[in-house]
Each structure stands twice: as structure tokens, then as C-alpha cells.
């Protein structure tokens, strides 16, 4: 028997950061992208091996630290399922970029734990599969806000506020955005890190900012429900303003910015937890490739076109 799950990458349009200190956030998933988990039977008493191609990594339920991110999911799975270990073999996949702010981490969980669930004839439910992603996640961020494992478990756009179920919503008109890679690795951990000290340093002015971030992410909840036009792309300019003055831009990051607005996309900003990893650009059909060559020109080193809203392109 093969069973076989995946799930998608996620992008964050407004209130990355401020959503850790409780303002709002919008993100959407990207189903383009994705990490798979197949399982299939193992020789007998192998016991759990997970193969991650990509990293180019094999470890083994009974051998590696328990503290292992995969390790830990699929004891996860198998402690709520009170089953013990089965002789199986799970592989995985992906095609999203790591230390990019695309949840490539939790996106592996959820894969994992759907298909190992699965595999076992009990496949979790999303709340499970969504809770049991943010306990992951600890290990890779220290104190995840808790956006990643949802918008990724759902595949859905959410709205979320730390601690209050997330709600999420349709699109009404498609819109489309480009997601360009800086190639500079980011750590969510350190990025958050550093937000923290600087809030502790001064409390008064980053709630201040924070306050905006969350005003801006209410107004992109609706904008983006609508359909990515101006408005959308303002809101985006403006997050990205704040985001610099928060200090997780980076001049590279802001070059890409100012390429794709110069090049006609409608707003921009970088996304995830910054100090590197990506930018989003929102884009109509008809600067789409204009604002491609111009982010390539000002040194992306990878582009994804997605479609937000509908069908997925
Ligand atoms: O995992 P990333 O890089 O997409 O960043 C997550 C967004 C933050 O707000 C910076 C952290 C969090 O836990 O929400």
C-alpha cells in the first residue's frame, strides 16, 4: 500500500511581525508549491525511516533525536493515534524554497502527518493535523504566532489574530502575484528575535507601529476578499514601509521593491520574517513579464507566478 498527501507554501500579505504581538495578519496559501509525503510498507521490523531527498537526509524513529522536527511529527501522529511504530518507509519532497518565509517547515508537517495518519487508516482532522504543525513549529521559530500551520493546513485565505480561531475567506476576483527570492537565507527565529529586543527597547514606539501594521492588515482583509487591485497594492507599499522601519528590510530587499513598482506592479512588499528570503509583487496580466525581467535585473534568483483566488495557475 502507498499513501500519498501534500500540502502547499503560504505567503503572508500583511502583518507579519505585528501578528506576534497580537495585531492581525492576512495570508494566502500556494498550492504551486508544495512538500509531499508518501508512506509504503517497510521491510519487516525496519521500524519508521523518513527519507528527505531534497536535504538529502534519512533518519529513523528509533535511532535519531527525538528532538528531530520529523521525527517529532511522526511520533506526533503516532502518540494521538495510540498506535505503535509500523515497519513503513516515508518520503519526501518539495518544491518550496527553505529559510524563505514560504512555511516550507510546516508545510512538511502537515504533509507528514496526513500521510502517516493516513497510511494507518485514521487520517487526522484539520484542527489536529493544524495544532499538532504549531507544536513543530516551536522547534523551528521558538514562538510561531501560529499563522503558518493554519493557512497551510486549510489551503485557504485566512485572517488571523494569535489565540482566536482563524477565519477564513473566499476570493471573489483572482488576482496574481510574483514571489521573488532574494537568495538570502532568513531566520524566522533570529528576525524575531531581534523584533522582540527592539520592542523591549522601546515598547511605545513599536506598538505604535504595530497598531499600523494591523490597521493596514483589516483593510487588506477586505481588499484582498475583493480582488488585488490599487488598494491592495497600497496596502502593501504601506506594510512595506513600516516593515523597514522595524528594521527587517534589507537593501536587497528593497531594490526588488522599488525594480517591480518601477516596472508597474501594482504594490510590493517582502514577506515572512524578512532580513532576506522573499518579496511578493502584486501584478496584472499585463506587467506580469515586465515586472519579471525587472526583479530578475535587480538580482532575484528565482521567480514564482501564482494565482490567488480560483483555480491555481
Ligand atoms: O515563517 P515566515 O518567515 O513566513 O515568518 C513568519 C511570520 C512572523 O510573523 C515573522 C512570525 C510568526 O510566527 O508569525
Known amino acids: 500500500m502507498v499513501v500519498k498527501r501534500s500540502a502547499p507554501g503560504k505567503v503572508i500579505l500583511c502583518g507579519e511581525h505585528s501578528v506576534v504581538y497580537g495585531r492581525p495578519a492576512v495570508a494566502v496559501p500556494v498550492s504551486a508549491l508544495r512538500a509531499y509525503a508518501e508512506v509504503k510498507a517497510g521491510a519487516s521490523n525496519q521500524g519508521l525511516i523518513i527519507h528527505a531527498v531534497d536535504l538529502d537526509q534519512t533518519v529513523t524513529l528509533r535511532e535519531s533525536s527525538k528532538n528531530h522536527p520529523l521525527i517529532k511529527t511522526a511520533q506526533a501522529v503516532l502518540t494521538h493515534l495510540n498506535l505503535s511504530e509500523p515497519d513503513a518507509t516515508i518520503t519526501l519532497k518539495s518544491n518550496l524554497p527553505i529559510a524563505s518565509g514560504m512555511g516550507s517547515g510546516a508545510a512538511v508537517t502537515v ?5 502517516l495518519s493516513a497510511y494507518l487508516g485514521s487520517e487526522l482532522p484539520e484542527e489536529t493535523i ?9 522547534i523551528h521559530h521558538g514562538t510561531p504566532s501560529g499563522i503558518d500551520n493554519t ?27 510574483l514571489i521573488a527570492n532574494s537568495g538570502i537565507p532568513s531566520s524566522t527565529r ?19 507601529v504595530f497598531d499600523c501594521m494591523g490597521a493596514i492588515a483589516r483593510a487588506a ?18 506594510n512595506h514601509k513600516l ?3 522595524i528594521g527587517v528590510s534589507l537593501p536587497e530587499l528593497d531594490q526588488l521593491i522599488y525594480a517591480a513598482l518601477e516596472a508597474g506592479a501594482l504594490g510590493a512588499k517582502l514577506t515572512g520574517s524578512g532580513q532576506g528570503g522573499n518579496i511578493i509583487a502584486l501584478v496584472e496580466p499585463e506587467t506580469r513579464t515586465r515586472v519579471q525581467h525587472a ?18 495557475e
Not at 493544524?130 to 516551536?138: F, L, N, P, Q, V
Not at 523584533?195 to 506598538?207: G, I, L
Open 111 to 115: 504533509a507528514i502527518a496526513r500521510a
Open 130 to 138: 493544524s495544532a499538532m504543525t504549531y507544536e513543530i513549529e516551536k
Open 151 to 177: 493557512v497551510i493546513t486549510w489551503e485557504k485565505p485566512v485572517y488571523f489574530i494569535k489565540e482566536q480561531p482563524p477565519e477564513i475567506f473566499d476570493i471573489q476576483q483572482p488576482f496574481h502575484l
Open 190 to 208: 533570529e528576525a524575531v528575535n531581534e523584533v522582540r529586543r527592539q520592542w523591549a527597547s522601546a515598547p511605545e514606539f513599536y506598538n505604535l
Open 221 to 238: 482583509r477586505v481588499a484582498t476578499e475583493k480582488g488585488g487591485d490599487q488598494v491592495l497594492g497600497t496596502l502593501l507599499n504601506e
Open 243 to 245: 516593515l523597514t522601519k
Open 295 to 312: 526583479l530578475l535585473e535587480a538580482g532575484a534568483i528565482k521567480i514564482w507566478h501564482t494565482q490567488v483566488g480560483g483555480r491555481d
